[in-house]
């Protein structure tokens, strides 16, 4: 049996049913990597996000073709997810974890946990530094030296923070290509301008 080879016009339909195609693969890849993101980050837990798309498939009988499509490729995500509650939820979880410290299995058995005074000076510090800088830990973790200790990353360099059994907070920023930029043995009244000053600002 001969087939007719596709006329122009054909051609240009098939030309646009492909990329067509193909935007809707790259569309789903990144829905798919969003959707990830938001479980890893705790912003909505997997039976939730299952549940909102059920939902989602239920569309109105006026939501049809272009309209319903348009939706689809364009969505409001404002009004699916609330950002500030969201921020909300991800200080709420390394406050939990700050609250939860406990020695490390992997270090000796000798170490002493943090005490309410170190987890005090811990919670604060990250509130602090979250509302001024909307900076969180990359690290929360037990001191080796008795106390609490936090990692902040940002771009080349980094900042250590440890929060001491005795009261006592230090802080120490490093640049990855060069050496210590800054160090402080013992911050006074939360005080972290300086050092969130050096590990923000380029030179």
Known sequence: MNRRPPSAHDQVILKFMEKTIDNINTL?????????????????????????????????????????????LNPNW?????????????????????????????IGEDMIPPNSTAIRN????????FKSWKMLPDLITASNDSGVFFK?????RTLFMEFYNHGRVSAIVLDNLKCIVWQDENIQDYNFEKCMNVLTTKE
């Open 78 to 106: 404002e009004d699916q997810i609330n950002f500030q509650n969201s921020e909300n939820v991800l200080l709420d979880n390394a406050l939990e974890k700050i609250t939860q410290l406990s020695i490390p299995n992997r």
């Open 122 to 129: 811990a919670t604060q510090t990250c509130q602090i530094i």
């Open 28 to 72: 789903l890849a990144g829905q798919h990597a969003i959707y990830n993101l938001l479980i890893e980050k705790g912003i909505v837990t997997e039976s939730e996000l299952l549940s909102k798309l059920r939902d989602s498939k239920k569309l109105p009988d006026r939501k049809r073709g272009m309209e319903a499509l348009e939706e689809m």
């Open 152 to 156: 902040y990353l940002y771009k080349q």
